[in-house]
């Protein structure tokens, strides 16, 4: 008698199983666990070979939002950068009495001639400025700077409002790819803060700066209060 039987292969055993054997396996209690397990092991083996070990001294690193594979230092990279950014800021320097005309009368044409496009309307240019102080209190420099209405406030911080954005952007030295992400670029402004406090506020003796005149370069950036310049410094010189 000829029988027609359905053979199905099976790969692993190499044998051959007919289809009325193979149906009662798969019915069988104990063929859904088995399966449930071998692929749960499956995903188990998937897992682990596309999982990444991160030591304990690198969690920081990315936990920060840093690159470690750039071995990234805020610090170092600011320290590097600080120096070209006082030369490049009092080689480009815009005096800030014409800077004011300037960019009363027009801001864009202001910044195509002395500054930085930082897009979004806002911008930062290199600044200098011979100023006489009238005050200090413990957030600002309270400035008089000859050309510039007694209805503008010409300020250079000394506490909250301080900021080494503006320094780190006004001479285009600096690009955003030029560190691994958007949290190392607002740490370098940090780290340059701190060297804007080391090199220009420190030295000054505050208390005794009314009336005196100083010579002062740095960075400012719109936005802020209106008719108030906060000039955030590089270099600060009493005369």
Do not use: C
Not at 13 to 19: P, T
Not at 46 to 59: E, F, I, Q, Y
Not at 143 to 152: A, C, P
């Amino acid at each position: 008698m000829i029988m027609n039987v359905d053979f199905t292969k099976n790969r692993k055993e190499g044998a051959f199983v007919s289809e009325e054997n193979r149906q009662s396996i798969t019915k069988h209690p104990w063929f859904k666990p088995v399966s449930t397990v071998a692929i749960l092991l499956g995903l188990v083996v998937l897992l682990a070979t596309n999982t990444t070990v991160v030591s304990a001294d690198k969690s920081e690193t990315v936990a920060s939002g840093l690159n470690p594979s750039r071995d990234f230092n805020p610090a170092d990279f600011a320290a590097e950068l600080f120096p070209g950014l006082q030369a490049g800021i009092e080689a480009d320097a815009v005096d800030l009495q014409a800077l004011d005309i300037a960019v009363t009368a027009d801001p864009q044409k202001a910044v195509s001639q002395y500054g930085q496009d930082l897009g979004a309307g806002s911008f930062v240019f290199p600044v200098t400025a011979l100023a006489t102080v009238t005050s200090v209190d413990d957030k600002f420099i309270y400035l008089s700077v000859e050309g510039i209405s007694d209805e503008k406030n010409v300020l250079i911080p000394i506490a909250g409002a301080l900021n080494g954005g503006p320094v780190r952007d006004a001479t285009g030295e600096m690009e955003f790819g030029d560190v691994p992400d958007q949290i190392a670029y607002q740490t370098v402004a940090q780290e340059i803060k701190k060297l804007m406090i080391s090199s220009a506020l420190d030295p000054l003796d505050l208390p005794t700066l009314t009336d005196k005149k100083v010579t002062f370069f740095g960075a400012w950036k719109n936005g802020g209060p209106q008719d108030t310049y906060i000039l955030q410094p590089t270099e600060i010189t009493v005369q």
